[in-house]
């Protein structure tokens, strides 16, 4: 008997081979990016009409929707005295006969032609006594029997359709039975996750006897699926572990229990739970690759400086990098101000202790100063350096660099990976620690980090006052805001005027920023004393009004989006977000996070324009930010409102497309399908004796695609 047939054996298999597929038909599948047979299986019905819903014209009940299998019986098209195209096309089954109306829809008189059996999907309405369908959803069917009829992605630019689809995996699925399609992913790993098996779920999406049976084969191959994301992004990351020689950091505690004695208040649960995980991580021989995800306001800053500090125990060295100069001198400013009398151990110093020498780099940082600093990298005696991605560039040289920790992950690339390999110390990969504030819900993170380990910061700090969320729609109650902002102010509080966004262009943005406070001075904050700050300023006049706010002599800081980040003015208890409908989801919550940083209670409010053709509709992002201001369950909304494109944009090209499954909806699945490429991969570490597995990644995964699933 031949062996089973593998997908890589139907994707040596050209579509010419089939019935019906000669070289014009096999040009239109090539537009349609179907070349093979494994090309063809995997091209999965889009919709499945079930025909045990179906009603009977006669049956149909009118302003009711219903769908119907019919049959064409003639088709007529005019032009409508407002010139738009109107093909009528009559139908009938056995019980009788309607009209169909489309309206702008000129194609359909080629496409539906007199005696074509057709699905209708509509509402029935009454027409000049007899019943009427317009603009019904249409799907061709053929003359395919069953009671489940499989819809196909049709191409009228291709010339491809459905039933012309459904025939040729017909006959594949067919074909393949005598010899049997392969089912690589191992018995217990099905059974455990309660899988059918691959050629039943084949069948099953193709060509189901009932909804049930397509969605267990749905779920079997959107499994699949996820499961080979995370079969790549687990070896990548075992093969890390096993590969890369790290530090083994010897850790004293001293200088850690030094600092947590100088912090005026106690760690969070979650922040001691993440600083145990990365010193387990920081003890072991392999470098640590984590991403510590954490609310604004979460408190990684402490996690951040107490890794490093046990670096430093050590005797290693510790960077810190930024993603901009700015948020570098930002971070140099409350190190050093945390660190502020932590001493170091020195042996050779007679009193035992030396200070912690902590410097910044960046290129402000020039001349005799710079050679200074780079001296003191280079000898060791700069414990930590604090700068942009150029600390890891070639000319730093640095003595001993055991912990790195990288601020805003989504900067911090493959190359920027591999910089940081080339600084090993006799090849020993440091240990690194990505910082993200941008909360990714757990399922997607597995999927976009999912060779990285994650620790969560999911607990704010005690003693906060919890920032109340106002939505004001419309001039009316944005009066209010302006009311609120000047009690505020009156009572000896700041405010943030955060402006309208604007496209994408700079210029725009500064001339909205402009404009805004140019109103505002002359309306509804008049007297108070405003700032404007935006992203087109000089740095040292951005500096100035940053710290005129800071310090007081200003009240409003009217700025653009560049206060998103790292300011920090506990002071400020009132934001008013103008045109807030235009930002996303995350970013509403990122300049919302700069309110709510003091004693006081803070208000956050999103201000828009009622929508003028429905001045009551709602908004779900706003109203969103409005119930919560966890991070976690805004990213999930998100994700339900945006669905995973904004994720996963770049995987969906290319072959690793998910097709069936969605990070979104199969969260489950998500997290099955981890715990499985877990189970196989620490049973099977280069599996060896998983050949197909090893062999289907192979076939679907380009070099690209996985360098975009590994990009940390
Ligand atoms: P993140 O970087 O996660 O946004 P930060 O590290 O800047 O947050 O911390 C935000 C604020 O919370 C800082 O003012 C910090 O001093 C304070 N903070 C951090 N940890 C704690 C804690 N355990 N208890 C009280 N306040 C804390
Ligand atoms: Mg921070």
């Known amino acids: 008997m031949a062996e089973q047939i593998t997908l890589r054996g139907l994707a040596d298999i050209p579509v010419s081979r089939l019935k019906g597929v000669g070289p014009k038909k096999e040009a239109s599948l090539a537009k349609v ?12 019905p889009r919709r499945w009409v079930d025909r045990s819903n179906e009603a009977r014209i006669a049956d149909l009940v009118p302003g009711e929707e219903a769908l119907v299998l019919v049959a064409v019986r003639s088709v007529t098209k005019r032009t409508t005295r407002n010139r738009r195209t109107m093909v009528n096309v009559n139908v009938g089954d056995g019980s009788g006969r309607m009209d169909v109306v489309f309206f702008n829809q000129p194609w359909r008189e080629r496409q539906l032609k007199e005696g074509l059996q057709i699905a209708l999907f509509g509402k029935a309405d009454t027409y000049r006594g007899g019943l009427q369908m317009s603009n019904p959803v249409v799907d061709l069917i053929g003359d395919r029997t069953g009671r489940i009829v499989p819809i196909y992605p049709q191409s009228e630019k291709a010339q491809i359709n459905t039933w012309e689809m459904a025939g040729w995996v017909e006959e594949t699925l067919r074909r393949c039975a005598e010899r049997g399609i392969a089912d690589p992913i191992p018995a217990d790993v099905l059974r455990s996750n309660k899988m059918i098996d691959r050629p039943t779920a084949l069948a099953g999406i193709h060509l189901p006897d009932d909804m049930q049976q397509k969605e267990l084969a749905r ?37 850690v229990d030094r600092f947590y004695e100088a912090l005026p208040y106690d760690l969070t649960g979650a922040q001691s739970r993440a600083i145990g995980e990365i010193e387990a991580d920081l003890a072991a021989p392999h470098p640590m690759h984590r991403l510590l995800q954490g609310d604004v306001g ?20 510790a960077a810190l990098m930024a993603p901009t100069e700015v948020l570098a001198e930002q971070h140099a400013t409350s190190v050093r101000a945390m660190l502020d009398g932590v001493t170091v151990p020195d042996p050779e110093n007679l009193f035992g202790d030396r200070p912690l020498r902590v410097e910044l780099l960046t290129n402000k940082v020039t001349g005799a100063q710079r050679k200074d600093v780079l001296a003191g990298i280079a000898d060791g005696s700069v414990d930590i350096a604090i700068g942009t991605h150029a600390l890891i560039q070639d000319k730093v040289d640095f003595s001993s660099l055991g912990v790195v920790v990288v601020d805003e992950q989504h900067r911090f690339g493959v190359e920027q990976r591999a910089a940081l390999r080339d600084k090993t110390i006799d090849g020993r990969t440091p240990d690194t620690l990505v910082m993200t504030a941008t909360p990714i819900p757990r399922t997607a993170a597995m999927t976009v980090y999912g060779d990285l380990d994650v620790s969560v910061l999911d607990e704010l700090p005690p003693g906060r006052t919890p920032i109340v969320t106002m939505w004001a729609n419309g001039p009316l109650m944005e009066q209010g805001v302006w009311a609120d902002i000047r009690t505020e102010v009156e009572a000896g509080r ?36 405003l700032e404007l700050l935006h992203g087109q300023l000089p740095p040292d006049e951005k500096e100035a009004a940053m ?62 324009q009622p929508n003028e053709e429905d001045p009551e509709a709602g908004n779900p992002r706003i109203e969103a930010l409005v119930a919560t201001t966890d991070g976690f369950e805004l990213a999930e909304v998100d994700l339900d409102l945006r669905g995973e494109g904004t994720l996963m944009s770049t995987a969906q090209k290319g072959r690793s497309d998910l097709k069936l499954a969605s990070l979104r909806r199969d969260r489950k699945l998500v997290e099955q399908a981890r715990a499985s490429a877990f189970a196989i991969v620490d049973s099977d570490p280069e599996l060896a004796e998983h050949p197909l597995i090893a062999d289907e990644l192979d076939l679907i995964f380009s070099d690209r695609d996985e360098e975009f699933l590994t990009k940390g």
């Not at 990016?33 to 999965?44: E, K």
């Open 547 to 608: 710290e005129r706010f800071r310090s007081g002599e200003a009240d409003v800081l009217v700025a653009t989006t560049v206060i998103e980040v790292g300011v920090d003015v506990p002071n400020a208890t009132v934001m008013a977000i103008l045109d807030a409908d235009r930002f996303g989801i995350a970013q509403l919550h990122q300049l919302r996070g700069r309110v709510g940083r003091g004693e006081h209670a803070s208000t956050c409010w999103l201000v828009t």
């Open 33 to 44: 990016g179907v070349t093979n047979l494994f090309d063809l299986v995997t091209t999965y």
């Open 494 to 529: 700041q405010a943030y005027v955060v402006c309208p966004l604007v496209g994408e262009s700079d210029k725009l943005e500064v001339a909205s920023a402009e404009e805004t406070i140019e109103r505002l001075a002359f309306g509804e904050l008049e007297g108070l004393r």
């Open 219 to 255: 779920r079997r191959l959107a499994f699949d699926e996820l499961l080979r994301v995370q079969l790549v992004l687990v070896l990548r990351k075992r093969a890390m572990e096993r590969d890369e020689l790290g530090i083994a950091h010897t850790m004293t505690g001293k200088l």
């Open 298 to 317: 979460a408190g990684k800053t402490v996690v951040a400086i107490a890794s490093m500090l046990a670096g430093v125990e050590g005797k290693h060295q």
